[in-house]
């Protein structure tokens, strides 16, 4: 039973934690606060990971990326819990609260790789869906797909589109055409029908 105690501004979403040693490792998107209606505070988030020392107390901050305004961290859902190497994270607008692609953050490597959308187009948050193979298989951590709803705001309609996690290339593997429009904001999760 240790107190650990440090300074800290709004820390959500939470992405992931593990125990490393004496230490609880956190990764989360960290902001100056939350202000509704502020657009610039809004988009002022970025992906932090926090050490907390249960030994000592101590607390390590240390940004891991200063330069990418990104929200909605995720990891592959077969890690949550242990330590893993990418997180991605939709990738806000800075002058404005609305998504302009993806970022995929390499943990080990200390590198990051862009999906960017198109001009006139935001999507939703993005999901990450493990590929599945066969059992003699081998899968890497990075092996599956990056899904969210795109709205282009020159047709006024939305789309489905699926991205490929490992190279993400900026070309989808699949876009499915929707009826209607996808309001901004839509959540969602990726549940395998077993």
């Known amino acids: 039973d240790s107190l650990v105690r440090g300074a800290c501004l709004l820390c959500v979403p939470h992405c992931q934690a593990w125990e490393d040693g004496d ?5 989360a998107c960290r902001k100056p606060g939350i202000a509704l209606y502020e657009t610039k505070v809004a988009a002022d988030s970025y992906l932090f990971e926090w050490r907390f020392n249960m030994a000592t107390g101590a607390v390590k901050e240390t940004a891991l990326d200063g330069e990418r305004c990104v929200e909605f961290p995720v990891v592959h859902p077969g890690l949550v819990g242990r330590r893993c190497r990418f997180v991605y994270c939709a990738r806000l607008d800075p002058e404005h609260p609305l998504i302009q692609g993806c970022c995929k953050f390499d943990l080990v490597n200390n590198t990051v ?4 959308l198109g001009p006139n187009m935001a999507a939703g948050e993005f999901v990450f869906v493990p590929r599945t193979g066969r059992p003699s298989e081998r899968l890497q951590e990075d092996d599956g797909y990056l899904i969210t709803f795109v709205y282009d705001e020159t047709t006024n309609m939305s789309d489905c589109r699926v991205w490929d996690a490992r190279t993400m290339s900026d070309e989808p593997v699949a876009i499915i055409q929707l009826p209607r429009r996808v309001p901004y904001g839509f959540h969602g999760k990726w549940i395998i029908g077993q």
């Not at 790789?113 to 960017?116: L, R």
């Open 23 to 27: 230490e609880v490792v956190l990764l």
């Open 113 to 116: 790789k862009d999906i960017k």
